[in-house]
């Protein structure tokens, strides 16, 4: 009888133990777009994926695809600063979750699939049994969808002013390289201008402005527009902008002479001391033995 509980025993710790090795003994391919997937591994290394614009895709979303796990095991993930789906069909950018719970079909595989929709990096941490693995992703910014405008409200009659020009995809994230169109409007003589976005997803354009009235600039990227209106606040008086330029010019020649003549009444000053110390030393020096005599000051 202690025997039949001995065996019976013993063949229980093997098929537990056969389980969790064959949970834990699994494969996992990562796909973007068909395309096998390198890094990852690090923050260093993080996989791009494009950020999508309504609907998600196997161009824009990382395929984690688990496979040689027994049926039914228990597949899970959590994502940050990244989302994630059980399948693409249908799956549009408000479709994912932080976190998924799958269990392994009858052939012993699991696709689970990740997007984001910021630039910032982000990381998937995938659950098979027991067993843990992190993998890194980090979005590019999507189709230029948004467009802003800043300029100063007002500026002098006939000087440059710089516009800047800043544009986003759908979630706000900067769009380097991104063209933007142009239409200025100079108290209503047109003219247009494109500008391309740098890498800080800015790009500032320079203006003239009229001797009077003002300069509206409008900005248009896809679906999007900005205007910003500069002012000119009073003709530009060429005159009296070089009379406050010579006025200052006069000021600092003033204290310049100023810091000399009490530099030179400050050097008189030392030489005078170091010719009152030396006397006295000269003085003091008369019949002491050389290590007692004090130094001159030269």
Not at 154 to 182: E, M, P, W
Not at 215 to 231: E, H
Request: no cysteine; hydrophobic share 45%.
């Amino acid at each position: 009888m202690k025997l039949n509980k001995l065996a019976i025993g013993l063949v229980a710790a093997l098929t537990l133990g056969l389980t969790g090795v064959a949970a834990s003994a699994n494969t996992q391919t990562l796909t973007v777009a068909t395309v096998s997937a390198t890094g990852g591994t690090t923050s260093a290394t993080a996989i791009a994926l494009p950020v999508p614009g309504d609907s998600v895709s196997s161009s824009n979303a990382l395929s984690i695809s688990v496979s040689g796990v027994a049926n039914g095991t228990t597949v899970s993930a959590t994502a940050t600063n990244a989302l994630l789906l059980s399948t693409l069909t249908g799956a549009t950018a408000t479709s994912g979750s932080a976190t998924l719970t799958v269990n392994a079909s009858t052939s012993g595989s699991v696709e689970l699939f990740v997007f984001t929709k910021t630039t910032a990096v982000g990381s998937v941490v995938v659950t098979v049994g027991n067993t843990q693995t992190t993998y890194y992703v980090k979005g590019t910014a999507g189709d230029l969808a948004k467009v802003a405008l800043a300029a100063p409200a007002t500026g002098l009659a006939g000087s440059t002013q710089s516009v800047v020009v800043s544009a986003f995809d759908k979630y706000n994230n900067v769009k380097a390289g991104g063209t933007v169109n142009l239409v200025i409007n100079t108290n209503g003589v047109i003219t247009t201008a494109t500008a391309t976005t740098t890498t800080s997803g800015t790009v500032s354009h320079v203006v003239t402005l009229p001797t009077t009235g003002s300069v509206t600039v409008t900005a248009f990227a896809a679906s999007s527009s900005a205007v910003a209106t500069i002012a000119v606040t009073q003709p530009r008086n060429i005159e009296a902008e070089l009379g406050a330029a010579l006025a200052a010019v006069a000021t600092l020649t003033a204290d310049l002479a100023t810091a000399n003549t009490a530099k030179a009444d400050l050097e008189k000053v030392v030489r005078k001391l170091k010719w009152q110390y030396n006397v006295l030393v000269k003085k003091y020096n008369v019949g002491k033995p050389k290590a007692q005599k004090l130094a001159f000051i030269k």
